[in-house]
């Protein structure tokens, strides 16, 4: 029993990290409609461009932070206009098989670009320990934690306190109301998908710092965001992260206290329960099905 | 109707008289995935086609009748011809559980809900090491003890009879199915699910049929797919397998049973030939997969019905364009 703080503190640290690789997700998926079956690939490519900005151009950690959100902010915007612009309002199947074409394209572009070996993004901080009582956490790890926390809120107050946020959220209730009043949806989607990928690609170099990044990821996470997105109900912003804390907390103490092999099953036997009784995500207040 | 009829027909005749021509084993060894795939496409295509619910856990049943038919064959010594109905019976049972669980779901949950089964089967596979000998996988699953000592050949012929046995099997089946009353009211409720309920028609009794049904064709195709290659491991639930199958069926047209078909020979070929290409293979392929849902929507046969279609308009009283299904689906 002594090892409970620990072990909900390491739940809680990687919680927050899926919390943060979910909420692209839930941006898309919540808001847009699109199942995007590509999303752990641009986690992927936004650890990979992170190693590379960080290794090979010498920078830093945050300009490269900076550069990798630039380069896949437009990136995101350009898929939203050339691809899913053509499928959007054709139910979600086009969307699927879209997406997951473009991840099979993608993870095997990046294999051939960069191999399989993991690549190791080199971080602000060094890895020395932090201990609190009986609870031991690396530096990095709590650096980590703090930079998902800003960057989850910076997504927030885009969303709720500018002017391309009231845009956005006009559009995802009535797209024709919206137009008429002039919001230009087709920048609006472009411009939630931008962010979307923006935000797993930051995802995917911040914990290719802790972790390492690699190529064939991007399933798997893909599938973690999914099951927090269905935890914390879609579109939902509380949700994501209340959904991402709780999978991180249930995993490390049946990862601690039952069996380390069976972790990966938790998600799923979660989001088959959630959606057998609350279809609508744990948190979210909505009554409306898709 | 006649139409579709004559092309299944045909195809499976063409099909049938193949291997008096073929000697080749590596031609003959595409040839048997073509007609694998192909029952797994059709199956998948109940769902998909004239569900109109977008399953991504159908490699549950086929894995779940591979295990089934490798266990009862390696620990029990059952032989094949016992083993391939069995795997098909398990998978359908696991079939009636999920579908019971899922299908009151619709759309995005649906998808992701069923992706979580596989999935869940792939990790007790993996893990459950007592019983599927985990990811070392079940190995050298015994054939039958003639072919031991007949020549590659003639167990690649055996095996080819089997799959064209179980697609002739699967496309009867599918055939039935679809053109009987419980498959209209199906293809109602995927045109509008309120409008099929308003005619007294309960949603959940018939795409629990069509699920249950393309769950046993597919683990029937798992138990076969478990003695071909006599060998099965986890990697079956894997997402991979389902990639293929979905983009058979879509490149085929959805909703129509000669779609699958082509989809299976189109892209078990185009696997085979980009082969050549090696590396570079993986990206072609998904550019093709963006390709296809960008141009070419309702798939191959749809396109072709929509040509007919617009043939029958010009020259009127064509009675056939009228009774091929339409792919589209109603606005949500």
Not at chain 1, 145 to 156: G, N, P, R
Not at chain 2, 319 to 325: E, H, K, T, V, Y
Request: aromatic share 10%; with cysteine; hydrophobic share 55%.
């Amino acid at each position: 029993m002594e090892l409970l703080p620990q072990y909900l503190a390491n739940g809680l640290v990687t919680g927050s990290f899926y919390a943060l690789s979910a909420l692209g997700l839930t941006l898309i998926l919540g808001l847009m409609r699109v199942v995007n079956f590509a999303h752990g690939e641009l986690y992927m490519l936004g650890g990979v461009m992170g190693w590379w900005a960080t290794t090979r151009l010498g920078l830093d950690f945050f300009t490269g932070l900076l550069l990798v959100a630039v380069v896949m902010g437009a990136f995101g915007w350009l898929i939203d206009r050339l691809l899913i612009e053509r499928i959007r309002d054709q139910g979600e199947e086009p969307g699927i098989l879209l997406t997951i074409g473009l991840s099979i394209f993608l993870a095997n572009t990046a294999l051939l670009a960069v191999g399989t070996a993991p690549l190791k993004v080199e971080a602000p901080l060094s890895a020395g320990p932090l201990i609190f009582g009986p609870v031991v956490l690396t530096k990095l790890r709590v650096f980590a934690v703090v930079v998902c926390a800003a960057l989850i809120l910076a997504a927030w107050l885009v969303i709720h306190k500018t002017r391309l946020g009231r845009a956005m959220r006009s559009t995802f209730q009535d797209p024709m109301a919206a137009q008429l009043v002039g919001v230009r949806t087709a920048n609006v989607y472009a411009a939630t998908f931008a962010m979307g990928t923006v935000i797993a690609s930051m995802a995917g170099m911040l914990l290719g710092s802790i972790y390492t990044a690699q190529v064939s990821i991007g399933g798997l996470v893909s599938m973690k965001a999914f099951v927090v997105v269905i935890l914390g109900g879609m579109g939902s912003f509380a949700g994501a992260i209340a959904g991402g804390l709780l999978l991180g907390i249930v995993e490390a103490l049946w990862g601690g206290y039952v069996a380390t092999g069976w972790v990966d099953i938790i998600g799923f036997a979660l989001v088959i329960l959630t959606l057998l009784f609350r279809p609508y995500g744990l948190f979210s207040k909505r009554a409306e099905r898709a | 109707m006649t139409f579709e009829r004559r092309i299944l027909l045909a195809l499976m005749a063409l099909a049938a008289v193949l291997p008096l021509f073929v000697r080749d084993q590596y031609v003959l060894h595409i040839a048997i995935m073509v007609l694998f795939f192909a029952v797994l496409a059709s199956s998948l295509n109940l769902v998909v086609g004239y569900v109109g619910e977008f399953s991504l856990g159908h490699t549950a049943f086929l894995g779940t009748g591979a295990y089934t038919a490798a266990i009862l064959a390696t620990q029990h010594g059952w032989p094949l011809w016992a083993t391939i109905p069995m795997a098909g019976l398990l998978a359908a049972l696991v079939g009636v559980v999920i579908g019971a669980l899922t299908l009151r779901l619709q759309g995005p949950f649906f998808v992701i809900v069923t992706l979580s089964f596989a999935e869940v089967l792939r990790l007790i596979a993996d893990n459950w090491i007592g019983l599927t000998n985990g990811p070392m996988g079940i190995a050298g699953v015994p054939q039958p003890e003639w072919l031991a000592q007949a020549s590659n050949l003639a167990a690649k012929q055996f095996y080819y009879g089997i799959a064209w046995v179980l697609l002739a099997l699967t496309l009867y089946l599918s055939y039935r199915f679809v053109y009987s009353n419980a498959g209209r009211a199906a293809v109602a409720v995927r045109e509008n699910r309120y409008v099929a309920q308003s005619i007294g028609i309960r949603p959940l009794n018939y795409t629990m049929l069509a699920l249950v049904l393309g769950a046993l064709l597919s683990g029937m195709a798992g138990g076969f797919y478990a003695h071909y290659i006599s060998f099965v491991g986890p990697e079956v639930f894997r997402f991979a397998f389902m990639v293929s199958m979905i983009i058979m069926v879509l490149i085929g047209g959805k909703g129509t049973l000669v779609g699958p078909l082509i989809g299976a020979l189109l892209v078990t070929f185009l696997e085979e030939y980009l082969r050549e290409a090696k590396e570079l293979r993986l990206s072609i392929f998904g550019l093709a997969v963006i390709a296809i849902v960008l141009f070419l929507p309702r798939g191959l046969m749809g396109f072709i019905t929509q040509r007919r279609e617009a043939r029958g308009e010009a020259l009127p009283a064509t009675g056939n364009a009228s009774a091929a299904p339409t792919t589209q689906r109603s606005p949500a």
